[in-house]
């Protein structure tokens, strides 16, 4: 197919870029799918003639940067670890193939979408257009159903409507900051950033506000160090603060995930998680009762919360940091590797989630903790390569690294509070970080 596409490439002068554009759109459907469920074979199909398009198109043009580096090298490790001594080799390499694998594709779509000469803006909106796709079908569910705070539509939980929304402000906020735009283009992207803050705010996603408005101040803090700007933008900020700040309080009152907060992350914190993931919430009721101590309602409650809620997050992280010392080469690349060493500590867990909610941790018993370093050194110099280029950029083009920066940094501090490496998570990461990484490179170099 590659050999055809090629020949029809070379009869007319047009084809390439018609080519190309047909692989831009392709990715931005894949986008507008990509957090809803039982659409993956068309995701990936997509995918896939989009792949077939640019290398056809000879746009897969690797960048000779740091970053690029650090990709190969994880590559390389993920092509050893079938040999690590705790892992099975027939399941560890189906996992990379299931999962670890799809980053490097993403990764080379990302590249090729961005050598492939479409303009910056255009496709950003686009990508920002189709990220908020499930959020505005979301809001029209509620909208038309009526249903109460916590619905989740057809996405089943809050996860994929609190990732797309975070991708989509990523993109949205750089450009609305620093792009030129049309006054139509304003208006949409502040209709986009509206329909995403209800969006989240309906399904009532903590990390999917936290998050929200920290891309809001971290573009707003931007703006004000690189513009060297006035009281106007000082004003702003502590308007967006105020904003969430209030909106917080609002949640708190208003759902029960939000109340005695600080209660259940202390208990998690207080206690032997993995003994508590061992033998359950009566060894925390027994040890509180042995020492005469007074079990309140907000204790009963985060004790309660210790099978399934918050306070389980917590111990399962803190049970994973274990897991991950006593495994420092992880297990089989596996996405359930938590669950997996976990049940093998103790046969008869009594409080088993399906993986530890931190992104870092999950990666560490998955890969190792060599692995998870070299994955996260992607993150951290893609977002340096960023910092990097501020300085030396036309300041038409300066919302393409910051966003680079923000999407890298951001992802890795997400990570902390989910577990974000799977899935089309995991996809969404390597196809905009390097699509932006490619396009700083490209805008530097002048190619």
Known sequence: MNTILRRIANNSPHTPQILKIFSAISMIAVVSIWSFPNVIAIRYILSGLALIVLASTQSIKIPNITPIYFLFIFCIYLCFTPLFPNNDPFETILNIKREWAYF????????????????????????????????????????????????????????????????????????????????????????????????????????????????????????????????????????????????????????????????????????????????????????????????????????????????????????????????????NASKEAYKQLLTRKCPTAKIVLANSHNGWLDTSLAIGIPGATIFLSIFLLSGLYGVGCLKKINPEYLYVPITLIIISVGWVFRGVLDATSRDHMLQMQAFFIFYYLTLTHNIITKK
Not at 214 to 232: A, E, G, P, Q, W
Request: proline share 2%.
């Open 104 to 331: 490097a594709i993403f990764s080379v779509i990302g590249i090729g979408i961005a050598n492939s000469g479409i303009s910056q803006k255009s496709s950003t909106i686009g990508f920002i257009v189709a990220l908020a796709f499930i959020n505005a079908y979301h809001l029209a569910q509620f909208l038309v159903n009526k249903s109460p705070l916590g619905f989740s539509g057809i996405a089943g939980n809050h996860g994929p409507l609190s990732y797309s929304s975070f991708q989509a402000m990523t993109l949205l906020m750089p450009l609305l900051f620093f792009g030129a735009l049309k006054t139509w283009e304003k208006i949409l992207l502040l209709l986009i950033a509206a329909i995403l803050l209800s969006s989240i705010v309906i399904a009532s996603s903590r990390g999917g506000i936290v998050f929200y408005f920290l891309v809001i101040c971290v573009t707003l803090l931007i703006y004000t160090y690189l513009k060297r700007s006035n009281f106007n933008q000082i004003k702003l900020l502590s308007f967006v603060l105020i904003t969430s700040l209030a909106i917080f309080m609002a949640m708190k009152v208003s759902h029960h995930k939000w109340q005695n907060f600080s209660e259940i992350a202390s208990i998690g914190w207080r206690l032997d998680a993995t003994n508590i993931n061992c033998s359950g919430v009566e060894i925390v009721k027994n040890d509180l009762i042995n020492q005469q101590i007074p079990i309140s309602k907000a204790t009963e409650y985060a004790i309660n919360d210790l099978n399934l809620g918050t306070a389980a997050r917590i111990t399962a992280a803190i049970s994973a940091v274990e897991l991950a010392i006593e495994n420092p080469l992880g297990l």
